[in-house]
């Protein structure tokens, strides 16, 4: 049992990094405290012996002793809850930025493998309760010291007595000790039900509109009381053997003590205790009775504590199969010429681009076409560094983009996807994210075309959207992440179907904005629509990850009979255009 929560609380300090000296402190502390509330059970008992001598000095000394002790128990008790939270805070902090930083740095796989559901559960509630840790290894250190002074105590007093007290504790720490191993394993079934239901209950909320018109909501509720039925078994479970914890230790507890006060009694008239130590003795058997269940729940907590532990550490440890590491070129001076050179990529084994060549120029606006599963967004993905091609390579300005740092690639190229991610705050905090300049914001947003829109608002740049942007259009959310993009400075930019959710009015106006950002920007842009396609300076036409053709819109239309069958979407199929990846 030692080893096993000497290893629980390695884990812990080496998961939190907890300081020393909170430890310490907390450590220090919680033994003061402690021991000042048994000396005031022992100096009442001795107010009760000179009481009964008719000892009015002594028994006034031991009243202000007394009242004394009370006063540091009340000291060292202020102090531990102080260090107690400065040391949550510090915790808290520490592991909400272990998370973090892992998560930019894990590769696609990794939702799949741990689930949104647990991730959401460890970052709130697991890390909360791992911050407790702490306490709980203060309050188990000193509490077994304390029962070891509190027997040594009575076994001056009693021998008797003091056995009483020996078998009592170790059955009291037995019993508890086999109880928590047994809850402890359908705590963790709970918590990966709770992890469940988590994960499924936030993909209703982001497909809401579609569960709603599809009338998906009573095969979801049937899956939901599914997981609920899982839980709830554990949690019965898991209550039981705790329900049989509390009735064994109270039984026991009021077992020993009714025998103990048939020996005190019987020691009485024998008259080999008087009243003032039958008194400390009793003070004392429910003094040690409070530090046993102060026992018990520090290692129950310390034991599902650990539970939290291994499920914050699985995340901590996870492996990224997919990593791309950076460059050391620090070259900041990008023009945006983009070049592929007979790149080859796939994935399950599948080849999705094979062979394909092209060279970008920058101030210019590409635009790459082909039917879903032609290779687009890989394209995307790739020069996004989010894969690396199995062949081949991919020069931005002559460079390998993999030969780039972090730094300065994340600031040249960026993307505008067709369902771009806004916070729930105003729109002035969701483009602090990348420019915290005021006059740039304005200039972006008039940019784009989104700046009346947003001067017209009652608030302003200060109008809180709601989450995902729901109280605004999909096309003024568009240009709003599009602003976001341009404060960025990034020479490349790369549009993944940005104009699906724009609405009429905002269409309209999407050709202005290209014109304008392509006079300092290589644009790439995925789209299905012809009247976008003829903007564009060049033409990339991608059938089943092959170039089938390249050049301006007037060109293909004349030389291509795939381009044609886009503009078209007449039996486009028969011509090989409708394959997936």
């Known amino acids: 049992m030692i080893k096993e929560y000497i290893k629980f609380i390695k884990e812990y300090l080496k998961l939190s990094q907890t300081k020393a000296r909170y430890l310490f402190e907390m450590i220090f502390t919680a033994f003061c405290y402690k021991g000042f509330l048994i000396l005031n059970t022992l100096f009442a008992s001795k107010i009760i012996k000179y009481a009964t001598l008719s000892d009015s000095k002594m028994t006034f000394i031991n009243l202000g002793l007394l009242t004394i002790s009370y006063i540091f128990y009340k000291l060292f008790y202020f102090i531990n809850l102080k260090v107690y939270g400065k040391n949550m805070n510090y915790c808290y902090n520490n592991l909400q930025t272990k998370l973090l930083n892992k998560l930019v740095q894990v590769d696609d796989n990794f939702t799949k493998n741990i689930g949104k559901g647990k991730l959401l559960n460890s970052i709130n509630s697991d890390v909360i309760d791992i911050g407790d840790m702490c306490n709980q290894i203060s309050e188990l250190f000193t509490t077994i010291i304390q029962v070891i002074i509190v027997c040594i105590i009575v076994a001056r007093y009693d021998k008797l007595v003091f056995v009483i007290f020996l078998i009592y504790s170790i059955l009291h720490i037995e019993i508890k000790n086999y109880v928590d191993r047994k809850s402890s394993i359908y705590l963790r079934k709970q918590k990966r039900a709770i992890d469940r239901y988590s994960s499924l209950f936030s993909q209703i909320l982001s497909g809401l509109q579609e569960i709603k018109t599809f009338n998906m909501l009573p095969k979801l509720k049937l899956k939901l009381n599914e997981i609920k039925n899982k839980y709830s078994d554990s949690y019965i479970k898991k209550r039981n053997y705790l329900t049989i914890r509390d009735n064994d230790v109270r039984f026991i507890t009021y077992f020993f003590k009714i025998s103990l006060y048939l020996i005190l009694l019987f020691l009485m008239t024998k008259q080999k205790i008087t009243v003032d130590v039958l008194v400390l003795i009793v003070g004392y058997f429910e003094t040690i009775t409070s530090y046993l269940d102060q026992l018990i729940d520090s290692t129950s907590t310390i034991r599902e504590v650990s539970i939290c532990v291994d499920r914050v550490n699985s995340i901590l440890n996870y492996k990224s199969n997919n990593l791309i590491s950076y460059g050391n070129i620090y070259n900041d001076n990008i023009d945006g010429i983009i070049e592929f050179n007979n790149v080859r990529f796939g994935y399950n084994k599948k080849e999705i681009i094979k062979g394909i060549s092209f060279k970008i120029n920058s101030n210019s606006l590409t635009a790459i076409v082909g039917q879903s599963g032609t290779g687009k967004t890989s394209i995307i993905n790739l020069l996004l560094r989010l894969y690396k091609p199995s062949s081949g390579e991919i020069l931005i300005d002559g460079v390998n983009i993999y030969d780039y740092s972090k730094d300065i690639y994340k600031s040249n190229v960026s993307v505008v996807n067709q369902k771009p991610f806004i916070f729930n705050m105003s729109i002035r905090k969701n483009l602090d994210f990348v420019d915290t300049n005021i006059n740039n914001q304005i200039e972006a947003c008039k940019r784009v075309g989104i700046h009346d829109f947003i ?8 109008t809180i959207l709601r989450e995902n942007a729901t109280n605004i259009s999909g096309g003024q959310k568009q240009l709003i992440s599009l602003a976001r993009t341009l404060l960025s400075k990034s020479e490349i930019l790369l549009f993944d179907e940005i104009t699906a959710s724009l609405d009429p009015d905002t269409s309209s106006n999407i ?47 004349e030389s291509n009979e795939y381009y044609r069958a886009l503009q078209t979407r007449k039996s486009a199929s028969k011509l090989g255009v409708f394959n997936n990846d």
């Open 511 to 557: 050709d202005t904005i290209l014109k304008d950002l392509k006079k300092d920007h290589t644009i790439i842009m995925i789209t299905h629509k012809p009247e976008l396609m003829k903007k564009a300076d060049r033409i990339i036409v991608l059938n089943e990850g092959k170039i089938v053709g390249d050049g301006t819109h007037k060109q293909l239309l």
């Open 455 to 462: 001067v017209s608002l009652s608030k302003g740049y200060n």
